[in-house]
């Protein structure tokens, strides 16, 4: 068993865990982050995507001990004070989401992808969100959404 | 309590039915609030795995678990032979004939495995990592037995998948129109035709696909309390518990299925499991919470697949295009089980290969066969997709044949917008349609003429990227589905839905539907369509689904039946409620029932400003102090309704594809579909649907396929082989509506979720074929990959074009590894290197 301390979610964590343990299931199992998801055995699907000191990971990609002493935001803590996040509320208004499984993952890789490039043309989009797999929307208005969300956020950093 | 109604001159509120409205499902899951199987925890719960045969078909001879149960963690190893007698079995609920071959489809295997992936052994752990490392010591011997894989090989009966049933062939199925009385004979029409007319002769392989729901199966049994408590992540929460009591001697009163937040089914999770039924037995074994999630490829190999087919279809016309008959032969792989309703997916085909066409003459024939693979059942669209890519396909080589543009020999065919209600050859009747308005929108919104222009003038420059127009004009039926005829096909239950509304006290309205949704949105659909009936605002209608606790009756989500059929019942529910509270807005009115109407949510008193809201009635009601002699203090209401007819929701869909003839790679440059669902609940929900539809079927066009090697060993087993479509992979898409109401519901509505995957195969591989055919192809098998195009174009006999020239000029020996830029300057080759 190895210790670690993990701040999730802007909390932080201790917690003895089985080296082998994969930052997923560490997540879902110990710290109760279900909203975290596994699709795949393969890190193909990119259900499982959290941000790793702010940049995008698949956490069945990484193991619970190589976050010891990082960060890891969820999809359960991208809403700040009750407030959606602006690709969160994309994906809501733009439909960009059936069963909601792809989800959570698919919400963090389009974020990352914002923030490397605030502006992407739609096939820039695309290539972006690559690693994640969703099965019900034909992606279709998950590009609108994060077209939408790169909108919303290069307005407010214009604002603020 | 307030009479008077004071909005008796305000305008009517605006309808919610057409808009579009954000979903209420949404909030919980793009903040992770959500309630998939695998998030359940109870007390005490424990893990499974399985242990599953690695081989296709063998004798399990000794089974070896004591390495296993001494492992740390391990609470117990069970095998078949230890629960033989209580772990029930999966069934098969569709016997298409009485004589139908049906092998014993035991959850976990007893003496012998017909497939890779079959259960031999449970283990059970504390924790699910336990389990699986446990699963990897358990020692099975087996015999291998010869295998059969092949379909057409299986159809010959020389290896048989089951020994013991002395066959492969498990039902043959037949719908002949003169035997029928619906039509002509098939047989002197292809005569006839061989005579004097046109005969095209075809036949198409439908390959074998994965559902591939994102979210993995998972079940949790909780079998410590009266009722056992059965979470699953399934289509049919209300047939499974069926079927639990059915065959485990469980009383239907002891079992509650829940079916929590579901990620996705699309056919995939329409089945009772082994797994379920597995975890069920070991649970109630142990006396424990029990809880099994698969991994991602024990999902692919042991879920259902879909599709796997071949075609034979003969088409008679005559010289002037008019189709004179068209024969059906299909061979269906049912895998090694015939599964819950295996061997009806492909005859629901039989009503569907005449499709939107007047055939004066049909014959369907399927043979369905048995092999040592993963068992095949109902994936998005299930016989209908099949049907729709062989005669579209079919439209496609007539048209061809007969060297006319493909949309004018289809019209020439289909039944013209007057003359409905259709009876087709096929003995259906269908409702409403509007094939011309559909195609003329499509059309336009395509730029058909002009992609036809540059198609030509980049055949006539000999461009190396090429461009296909592919048209797939579909119908379905959906909506499944009255019980009557559900009981002459000999299926096992009805089709019929049920719905229940409750009037709070407050105010408040709980919808209880017996469809249970996976991602379509019925949450959001059914409070706007209760909203418009009951007249209460949108927000305050709650709707209950996938808990045979609060939703007791209801046959579930497939077969795009949740809208057609399902809300149907709400919506005679809601008007079953308005009957009741009028009877009480009447005493609280003092009025005559008979001088009374509702609208927008109000009982008024005609030509008066009196009136009663239906919540104040609903606090009336709870009150009941003040309510009519002997009246019963309730307006809640249930309705069940059973479809007198199934429904048939039609589109023309428009693919063009770009492709490179020199590599075989294929780009799709635009896709229009222009469909006609009758009336829209939420065009935004309804637009989700068709792209993620369309999704599905352009993937079995372009790349998905189940395959195994010589050994029956699923070498897609994972999804870095079994490729599913990315954002990368796939475009925008261009969808429109044109509107025939259905005359067979209130709404006028007609079914959507399967729409998208039934049209878009063929719309993709006609354009493909399109591309390419004067090269020599006139077919490709799916997927088409790069590599099978540029084969198909190497095998091809250029033929010769309009003339000009025998052979395209880039497959000239002396200009090798052209650039496919070159040579064609003034032609565009937008798209073309995406
Ligand atoms: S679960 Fe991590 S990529 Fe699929
Ligand atoms: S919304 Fe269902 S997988 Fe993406």
Redesign the interface.
Known sequence: MSRITVIVDGVSYTDEVEPRTLLVHYLRETVGKTGTVVGCDTSNCGACTVHLDGTSVKSCNVLAVQADGHEVTTIEGLAQNGELHPVQKAFHECHALQCGYCTPGMIMQACDVLKNNPDPSEQEIREGLEGNLCRCTGYHNIVKAVQQAAGELSSQAVSS | MTITDDRTDTTAPELEIGKAR??K??????????R?T??IQLPGMLHLAMVRSPFAHATITAINTAEAKAAPGVIDVVTGEDIKDVQGVNANAWPITADQVTPTHLPVAVERVACAGEIVAVVVARSA?AARDAAELVDVDYDELPAVLDLKEAAADTVLAHPDLGTNKSAFWKLDSAEAGTGGDVDAAIAKAREDGVVIEREFRQQRLIP?????RSVVVDPTGEQMVVWSATQIPHILRFLIAATMGIPESKVRVIAP????G?GGKLQTTPEEFATIAVARRLGKPCKYTE???ESLLSGHHGRDQWQKLTLSAEKDGTVTGLKVELLADMGAYIAIVGGGVPVLGAWMFNSIYKFPAYQFNCQTVLTNKTWVDAYRGAGRPEATFGIERMMDELAAELGRDPLEVREQNWIRHEEFPFTTVAGMTYDSGNYEAATAKAKELFGYDELRAEQKRRRESNDPVQLGIGVSTFTEMCGLAPSRILGQLNYGAGGWEHASIRMLATGKVEVVTGVSP????HETAWSQIVADRLGVPFEDVEVLHGDTQTSPRGLDTYGSRSLVVGAEAVVRAADRVIDKAKVFAAHLLEASEDDLEFKAGRFGVKGTDKGIGIAEIALATFAAHNLPDGAEPSIDADATFDPDNFSFPHGTHLCAMEVDTETGATTMRKYVCVDDIGTIINP??V???V??????GIAQALWEGAEYDEQGTLVTG???DYT?????D?I??VTDHTTSPSTTNTLGTKGVGEA?TIASTPAVVNAIVDAVRPLGVDDIVMPCTPERVWKAIQAGHPVSHEGERDAAPHFDEATPNQDPGAGSPSTTTEGSD?
């Open positions: 954000r979903r499902e949404d909030q919980r899951l793009i903040t992770g609030r959500t998939w695998d998030n990592a591939a729901f994102m979210e993995p937040d579901v990620g996705g699309f991994t991602r490829s996976h991602g379509q949105g935004l929900i637009e989700g649907q792209h993620g539809g369309l999704v599905q994972s999804f870095v599913l479509p990315t954002a990368a796939t925008s898409f998208g995406q």
